[in-house]
């Protein structure tokens, strides 16, 4: 059955752990042509858009499950919001859970209402996003 | 019109509500949009080809919208001294920015506000346009407030 409300609640994950490494950081800091010194180092801070890097491997799930029958190619992001009680550092491996949390319905446009929790290995809470992404169905 | 400002900065040791962050201007290129989708393993086709983009009702090539959200947040984090004062930033992706193929790209404007003083954050609000139209919505960042006499 494709993607429905039925599929409200439900929980996707936890992805391998993901390492956020100094290399990446410094990477993902220069493609947005920020030279913050935070950004460089060892003991390097991720910039926040960065949890996107991991929250969308989250993502990767919902398009990867045949039951759902989405495709990244089809989806735009509508909305994003993420909430931090640490921020991203080097050397933290993270992993993250995606939880359902709307389905809504419009023509050939579903409305996905997604959470996505990011955890350190010992269980700490360190981000949570919050994102809207609408799908377009494929024309019949 | 532009709706930018020009203030004498005012540092966050020193902000208000209403204290007006300094205005941030940059472009958008469509090698800007390759190199952030392979930083972030975004690899959306809508953001590399335009026919994807067309068949998918978009003018054409559209810049990821946290991209968008990563270069506009750098008007909060460069004003509030680093990365790490960020607790929470939302946005809606109200309108797509379209980046041309040429050698200019896509020009963004960012003004960021302060909202709300609170004990220890701020409410920093940014207007993200591109040619006086708005890219994002209900920009809102929450930052903490830095300790006077810190580093």
């Given at each position: 059955m494709p993607i429905s409300p039925d599929h409200i609640g439900r929980v996707f994950g936890p992805t391998a752990a993901y390492e956020v490494?100094?290399?990446?950081?410094?990477?993902?800091?220069?493609?947005?042509?920020?030279?913050?010194?935070?950004?460089?180092?060892?003991?390097?801070?991720?910039?926040?858009?960065?949890?996107?890097?991991?929250?969308?491997?989250?993502?990767?799930?919902?398009?990867?499950?045949?039951?759902?029958?989405?495709?990244?190619?089809?989806?735009?992001?509508?909305?994003?919001?993420?909430?931090?009680?640490?921020?991203?550092r080097a050397g933290q491996r993270v992993q993250a859970s995606l939880t359902i949390d709307g389905v809504r319905q419009r023509g050939p446009l579903t409305h996905l209402g997604l959470t996505v929790e990011l955890r350190d290995q010992t269980g700490q809470l360190l981000a949570s996003s919050a994102s809207t992404l609408i799908h377009r169905q494929e024309e019949a | 019109m532009t709706g930018i400002v020009s203030a004498p900065v005012v540092g966050p040791l020193e902000a208000s509500a209403g204290t007006l962050l300094p205005p941030l201007r940059l472009t958008v290129s469509r090698d800007d949009l390759v190199r952030y989708a392979g930083a972030s393993t975004d690899f959306n086709p809508i953001h590399h080809s335009d026919r994807r983009a067309l068949a998918l009702g978009l003018p054409g090539v559209v810049a990821h919208g946290l991209l968008t959200m990563g270069l506009a947040l750098r008007a909060v984090t460069d004003w509030v001294g680093g990365p790490t004062a960020v607790r929470s930033y939302s946005a809606r992706f109200v309108r797509p920015l379209v980046v041309p193929d040429d050698d200019r790209g896509a020009e963004l404007?960012?003004?960021?506000?302060?909202?709300?003083?609170?004990?220890?954050r701020f409410v920093v609000v940014l207007d993200v346009t591109c040619q006086d139209q708005p890219v994002l919505g209900r920009v809102k960042v929450e930052v903490d407030r830095p300790v006077e006499g810190a580093a």
């Open positions: 490494t100094a290399v990446k950081i410094a990477e993902f800091a220069r493609a947005l042509g920020d030279d913050n010194p935070a950004y460089r180092g060892d003991q390097a801070v991720a910039p926040p858009t960065f949890a996107a890097v991991i929250a969308a491997q989250a993502w990767d799930q919902l398009w990867a499950d045949p039951e759902l029958d989405l495709t990244l190619a089809r989806v735009i992001h509508a909305d994003q919001a993420f909430q931090f009680v640490h921020p991203l | 404007v960012v003004q960021g506000r302060v909202a709300e003083e609170l004990a220890d």
